[in-house]
């Protein structure tokens, strides 16, 4: 079984800094993608930075070029979001989700999905 586990959500304000994490099993590690996603309310959900697990290609949003770095540990089989200089428009429920092969930000290409997890940043 498939499994994705997002943590490390909270609330900081605006400038802080958040770590997210996203513990994975069931799939093999150098086959798949793994994207990091958000939805805020009323909007759709946008893809953030991927990852393709084994060339350790990676994407990111716009929105956080410089800011937001993805990484991966895969002894722990966990890849991380850092998140810095969070602003108020980074607010959004963030989800990880796995895909094979090739790292997009589409959300709809992606097959396997965590719960998600809050990431509040106030002004």
């Known amino acids: 079984e498939v499994r994705l586990a997002e943590s490390g959500g909270g609330s900081v304000q605006a400038g802080g800094s958040l770590r997210l994490s996203c513990a994975v099993s069931?799939?093999?590690?150098?086959?798949?993608?793994i994207g990091w996603f958000r939805q805020a309310p009323g909007k759709e959900r946008e893809g953030v930075s991927c990852?393709?697990?084994?060339?350790?290609?990676?994407r990111y949003a716009d929105s956080v070029k410089g800011r937001f770095t993805i990484s991966t540990n895969p002894a722990a089989h966990t890849i991380y979001l850092q998140m810095n200089d969070l602003k108020p428009e980074d607010t959004a429920v963030y989800y990880c989700?796995?895909?094979?092969?090739?790292?997009?930000?589409?959300?709809?290409?992606?097959?396997?999905w965590g719960q998600g997890t809050q990431v509040t940043v106030s002004s």
């Open positions: 989700a796995a895909k094979r092969p090739e790292a997009t930000l589409i959300p709809y290409e992606y097959t396997y």
């Open positions: 069931g799939l093999a590690w150098d086959d798949h993608a």
């Open positions: 990852i393709f697990m084994y060339r350790g290609a990676t």
